[in-house]
């Protein structure tokens, strides 16, 4: 009886225990010892379902496209597994991609990650990409393909800011800096850009870095930025912004020798807020302290010099320029002042903040205090008289001047003047003049009676002009208080110093008084 003999290889080897198992075309559906439904196709083992219970393979109905297990209690158990998506896997692993395209419309949209997952595995990333719906797998295939289009669009769709820096990547790879900046950019990974401004030198990329990064509140990116542009002033700011005012100190110390009074001003001005008062005395400013910081004067020379020096070189004479390092700004600034190719121009430096003792304000020494003067003889009620002492020869003749003769036809209205003067309570003795114009060298002291007169005696007067001549010339003591009543009165001592008066101005004061 003849009979035949089948020759099979071996596909592949699966290190697990099967209890059950059915053939589906070119697929192996089993249960193992886990309880596990897995399938087997390509290669590639794919889990279902987990079970709780032991169950058994009862078969697949591709008309429904379900697979049936059963237990020993007979109860029945579906699971939903598409026959499309086997036939299309299978047509894969055949590497028959025309009936693989024809069968693709049948798989459900829900099915199309999963069936692009399994060609991923079999290494047809572009197949994967073109069947898959998910972005982040579709970005991720892109990207293994090194599709910069692709991956462009994604990444404007999903506004991811990995997704950004992983484009960054690829386009340095393929050397599209234009893209890579746009990436880093919109992943505002400054970090990176100031990388790529400083390899590529474009200072607007570089100036742009600065902006964005300080409204980001990233400063020191933002401080390197403008530190490597020149634009020292810009960087002062972003540390007195970030209250970094030591910092500043040393910078302006350095860099900006002019703004240092202002920063000193500053620190001090922060550390009493602090309550550190003893802390902020012992700031020495350089603007103030001049001999306690040599070369001070240099260094303001310097920064002028080296502002007017400031031009853009280009990049094919880096070979022929002095690094910074190797280069003595102040020799320089010294030897170009010597040749007359630089003149400094002293600015007045801004000290900016000082202490509040510095800031007291002080009256004129030359301003006469006559508002005190007058405001402190409205408070005086009653001025007590002077005592009587003998003057120089000129002021008795002054004096007898200023003092008329007093007749008894006019005493009654003189008391009656008299009495609605201010000091109308005060008995003062008056005085009668004997000769109206004495000779120099036998003047005498005039005879004084007491009557209930209030005209000041000679003596009180030669007194009080000698004290008013002596703070008009030295303005270095107070007005007494006689003086300030004689400044009510307007008597202008600056335009007459010898107080030359005749009888009608005598009259019209005592009027007047």
């Known amino acids: ?132 719906l998910d972005n982040e797998h579709k970005f991720d295939l892109a990207l293994q393909l090194g599709n910069l289009s692709v991956c462009y669009e994604l990444a404007l769709e999903m506004e991811n800011e990995q997704k950004w820096l992983q484009l960054s990547e690829l386009a340095t790879k393929c050397g599209d800096f234009n893209l890579v900046q746009e990436c880093l950019t919109r992943a505002q990974a400054f970090g990176s850009l100031i990388l790529l401004a400083s390899a590529s030198s474009n200072k607007e990329l570089m100036s742009t870095i600065g902006e964005h990064s300080r409204k980001n509140g990233q400063f020191n990116i933002a401080f390197l ?50 309550n550190m008062e003893r802390s902020a005395q012992a700031l020495a400013n350089p603007t103030d302290y001049e001999n306690l910081f040599p070369g001070l004067i240099d260094t303001y020379k310097t920064e002028q010099y080296l502002k007017q020096e400031i031009k853009t070189n280009l990049a094919r004479d880096y070979p022929s320029i002095t690094p910074s390092w190797d280069r003595n700004p102040i020799a320089e600034m010294k030897e170009a002042e010597e040749n007359e190719q630089f003149s400094y121009h002293p600015v007045q430096s801004n000290k900016g903040i000082t202490d509040e003792d510095e800031d007291e304000n002080f009256s004129d020494a030359n301003e006469s205090p006559k508002q005190v003067a007058s405001s402190q003889i409205k408070q005086a009620s009653v001025v007590p008289p002077p005592t009587t002492t003998n003057k120089s020869s000129t002021e008795s003749s002054v004096l007898n001047k200023l003092i008329p003769t007093v007749d008894t036809s006019s005493a009654a209205s003189t008391d009656r003047a008299r009495s609605q003067s201010p000091m109308n309570n005060t008995t003062v003795p008056t005085t009668t003049k004997k000769d109206s ?20 005696q ?56």
């Open 1 to 132: 009886m003849p009979f035949f003999v089948l020759e099979t290889e071996a596909l592949s080897e699966i290190p697990e225990i099967v209890r059950t198992g059915v053939w589906v075309g070119d697929c192996f559906m089993y249960t193992n010892s886990l309880n596990r439904i897995n399938y087997y196709v390509g290669g590639e083992i794919v889990t279902i379902s987990h079970l709780d219970r032991v169950m058994y393979l009862l078969g697949y109905v591709s008309n429904e496209n379900r697979l049936y297990l059963g237990d020993k209690e007979m109860s029945i158990v579906s699971f939903e597994l598409s026959l499309a998506v086997l036939e299309y896997q299978t047509a894969v692993m055949r590497k028959d991609f025309e009936t693989a395209d024809q069968v693709l419309p049948t798989i459900a949209k829900e099915q199309r990650t999963r069936v692009a997952h399994f060609l991923e595995k079999q290494g047809y990333r572009q197949q994967a990409l073109a069947v898959t």
């Open 225 to 274: 930025s403008n530190f490597v542009l020149g634009k020292l002033d810009q960087c002062l700011d972003i540390l007195i912004e970030n209250q970094r005012l030591p910092e500043a100190a040393f910078f302006v110390r350095t860099y900006l020798p002019s703004q240092i009074g202002r920063i000193v001003g500053l620190w001090r001005e922060k550390l009493k807020q602090m």
């Open 437 to 456: 114009t004495p000779p120099p060298s036998s003047i005498k002291p005039t005879t004084t009676t007491t009557t209930s007169s209030t005209i000041p």
């Open 458 to 513: 000679a003596s009180t007067i030669s007194k009080a002009v000698t004290d008013i001549k002596s703070a008009v010339t030295g303005r270095k003591t107070s007005l007494s208080d006689l003086e300030k009543e004689l400044q009510e009165f307007d008597i202008d001592l600056d335009k007459d110093d010898d107080l030359q008066f005749d009888d009608d101005d005598v009259d019209e004061f005592l009027k007047d008084t």
